[in-house]
């Protein structure tokens, strides 16, 4: 008798979700890509539609935030903004959206390109950028930690917690040491 694979485990309330939506009776209806790759998988989601691009300055996140920013000042009411890139590229964006006065529905991600994504060290309140494994040493405290699934918009990030309490600065036992 064959056994059945193991299911995945459903997605936590906090765990973002991405995906274009396409809403044609928006005022305007504005692209930030960070790659053309992202751009192209964007545009094809979303063929038909008159949209306008923001361009990233290659190298330069807060060149970006300021246009995006000054973009929005200008913006007539019901833009619709489409975020396209990974998580690292398209929270802070988010952010500063809606900081900037969008509301969460007036903003589409499509996550794209590498697995990088944000984490939140718990213990020194440092966010970094890891990869999609689930584990990883924190850059600023050291301290091991095991990235969970929960999502914090307000942070932009995943949260990282202490992995193992015993051995909290992830060092590995040497078995040649121990000899």
């Known amino acids: 008798m064959a056994t059945a694979a193991p299911t995945p485990p459903s997605p936590l309330p906090s765990e973002p979700r991405y995906g274009l939506a396409r809403r044609a009776d928006a005022a305007e209806h504005l692209l930030v890509a960070q790659s053309a790759a ?3 998988a964007a545009v094809s989601e979303l063929a038909g539609l008159p949209l306008s691009r923001l361009a990233p300055a290659p190298g330069s996140a807060a060149a970006l935030q300021r246009a995006l920013l000054e973009r929005l000042r200008h913006s007539p009411v019901g833009l619709r ?3 396209a890139g990974d998580e690292a590229f398209v929270w802070p964006l988010y952010s500063l959206a809606r900081n900037a006065g969008l509301q969460a529905d007036e903003i589409d991600l499509l996550r794209s ?3 990088r994504r944000p984490v939140y060290c718990v213990h020194c309140a440092t966010t970094q950028l890891g ?3 689930e ?5 600023q405290c050291g301290v091991g930690l095991e990235v969970r699934r929960h999502f914090s918009r307000r942070l932009g990030a995943y949260l990282g917690v202490c ?3 015993d051995h909290p600065y992830a060092v590995q036992a040497n078995p040649e040491a121990q000899a």
Do not use: I, N, T, V
């Open 38 to 40: 992202a751009e192209q």
């Open 81 to 83: 903004l489409y975020l």
């Open 113 to 115: 390109g590498e697995a």
């Open 131 to 133: 990869d999609a494994s």
């Open 135 to 139: 584990r990883l040493q924190c850059r």
């Open 163 to 165: 992995a193992d309490a």
